[in-house]
């Protein structure tokens, strides 16, 4: 399920998250700019997408610290 509770578990990580998705990337991705933009701490956490050319189906939640 794509809300903020992911953007939260990102910062109490050492470095991110990494999600798997089998939806369209893209699409999740929009999704999560959307979740971004409600709560100025979640501007610390950039969405990263093709990370890992291996797993095209994860998108990446890195803190900017």
């Not at 903020?4 to 939806?23: H, M, Q, R």
Request: proline content about 6%.
């Amino acid at each position: 399920m794509l809300d903020a509770n992911l953007f939260y578990a990102a910062l109490n990580e050492d470095i991110g998250l990494v999600i798997e998705t089998p939806d369209d990337v893209e699409k999740v991705r929009q999704k999560l700019y959307a979740i971004r933009r409600e709560l100025p701490e979640f501007s610390k956490i950039s969405i990263v997408v093709g990370g890992d050319p291996e797993n095209p189906q994860q998108l990446w939640l890195i803190k900017n610290e």
